[in-house]
RNA sequence: GCGCCUGUAGCUCAACGGAUAGAGCGUUGGCCUCCGGAGCCAAAGGCUAUGGGUUCGAAUCCCGUCAGGCGCGCCA
């Protein structure tokens, strides 16, 4: 058979076996072709043929070289299968297809022994770590569909991150400074007349705030008495000044207290809350701003219209950028750049860190300081900073970069990541649905963009309700005698895979105009989708009673099936052979999506497979076990995939 | 005006420069004597906005055109 000897060369720990056999045979071709042929390592990459007749492993090498030596690629090909025959034990045979493919097909068997053997292996642990910054809503009024979008990238990329092996804290910026909490502080204590005990009385304070937000706001552009009361109210609150800096800091604390409450509902979780107020505080900028006047990166502007502001010229658009005004304060990239200074460890100065939260699993939030607190996790000193930041921020974020260079930190320029993607709208109908207005030269757009001014958007906490008020229905009809404390934690599994899924589906730069009813659907490309076919696949195993199954036994010999399970057989275990490298390409490719379409493609092929073949009523015990066993590697993959994206298996639905 | 992004089935979206451009929804037809129908099978539906170019090979890369979105503030 072989098979004691394909795995004795094999067994690295913490590999995958799918990357591991790719850089193994690639270091063997490299070998044996390097005399004949001037190839670079590069040049030699392999791919999944889409379909099964072109092999398992396709290189397209032959075309490459063809270019560098003028000859044809087939006849390359042909040489290179020619000198390849017999000369690699994990390959069954090599093919030469479509003008000049080298197909390698691998030898099944001890593959899916190798593959059965290992499943419960994880990567090593690295020694980067990485920080993703995520969330970051102004605590001044509920987070909406567009957050969420946000949050669920962020805290998927964060997983990512973890399931490659990196060390990863998630930091969400609160900015409690600026002029929109003046807008809802002017908006309790002058329009409303409320005072700090009255607006202690209110329960739901991100969600109150939300009316009011569009509310001040619409009077603000009518009224201009009440526009300078609010600059005013600004003043106050920056010169600590009460009741209107008391107020502020309530709000403040409150609405971000609800935003991490309502994404806790979404399995989404932080580690530090960075504070504005306290970068300010800390006078991280003015280390920076030593250092970006030293090396002349930040100037005196010579706009007379810019007098007296210091400015930094920002290259790819050939403009200037206010950091520090000509009243000597400071705009938001001037915080941003020494913020993201600190985060790489690049700032001599650090914060004071207060535990804030903790979850119900006993993880800590813990929250930036500006008066000495306690000793607690080193925070910052990246490797790698990630920020979640929607497209609309890329020309700040490149100019942070731009600066990174400039004050000499090509590796932290090189590893600071703005993820970007692009926002979530809504489509007119969704807004006249809604009963909310509509501009007359909006009507005709395919969509409109959300507005927290406008108090025009979905939000967050109503979405996730009407997900579980549809999850429980759904639960209702299709199960009778669930009790509501069963069908409670169910519902809101549902729903939870539904919102996350649908976030992470699209492209980055796909806008997505949000409509209820995609939103809410359960049926094909969604969540619920993948849920259903791990609750049916747990329903199989459940009735087949395998208990020490899964220790015990091995597949055995797919060649006992029948051609075409053969092959459905094999197309299932190649697939599943692919999640380290699928999760390396989307973080990569910073397309999170690609995991979405891999683990629905897998769950497709599952229910395809498992609805022709049965598996507890096949007679011949052999074929019995090599479907559970596949079964039970499926579920073993796929549960990996499912956490990253943040989905629970419920036990039934 | 300058910078960035997008245009693919009726709709919403996929597709490392690769082999016959794929899914879901919707439409039409079939499958519960069943391992749970939130499922499965099948059909119809495409000059990948458009005109050139590069390449053995282009939805993908380059140039032009048309159409749309976003950004460019002493806001954050």
Redesign the pocket.
Known sequence: MGGGRFLEQHLAPGKCLMKFLQEKIKKRILALLKNDYEIADTDL?F?L???RK??DL?T?LA??L??KTKNK?FLLAKAMAEKLHNQLPEIESIQV?????V?FYLRREPFLLYQWQTRDRTLPSRSEKVIVEHTSI?PNKAAHIGHLRNSCLGDILARCCRFLGYEVEVQNYI?D????IADVVWGLLYYQKKNLAAIKKISGLAAYLWDLYAEVNQAFAVNEKFAAERRDVHKKIEEKSNPEYQACRYIAEQVLLDHIRTMARLDIQYDLLAR?SDVIAMDFFKAAADELTARQVMVPSQDP?????LVIHYE????EK?IV???G?I???G?DIAYNLWKFGLLPRDFSYRLFFTYPDSHDIHMTAADPGSTVPPFGRADKVYNVID??????QSLIAQVLQQLGHPGPSRNFIHFSY??VAMTPACVREMGLPLAVEEEN??YV?VSGRKGRAVKADDLIDQLIAK?GH??ES??SGLSAAEAEP?ARA?AVAALRYFMV???L?????F?F??AL??????G??LQ??M??LN??LK??GTVGLETEKEPGSPSLLDDKEKELYWEMILNLSLLEIQVEYALA?H?L??LA?YT?SLC?KF??Y????????EKNPAIKNLRLTLILLFKNKVKKLFKIIGIIIP???
Request: proline share 4%.
């Open positions: 990459v791919s043929p889409a379909e072109f092999g396709s397209n075309f490459i063809a270019k690629p297809a479509g003008g000049g493919f197909n102004n900015d400074t600026g002029i929109q504005e219209e810019k007098k007296g502001c790819r658009e050939n403009i206010i005004r000509s009243n304060t705009t938001y990239v915080k497209v609309r921020q890329s020309y700040l692009e926002m757009k395919s963009e999850s759904e639960l299709r199960n169910i549902i589906k699209f492209n730069n796909t806008v997505i105009a409509d009813k995609e659907n359960f049926e094909g490309d969604s619920p989708y259903y076919t609750v049916r329903s199989i009735k087949a490719n397309e999506s690609s379409t629905y497709q229910n395809h498992y609805h022709q073949f049965p598996v507890l009523a036990e039934r639905m």
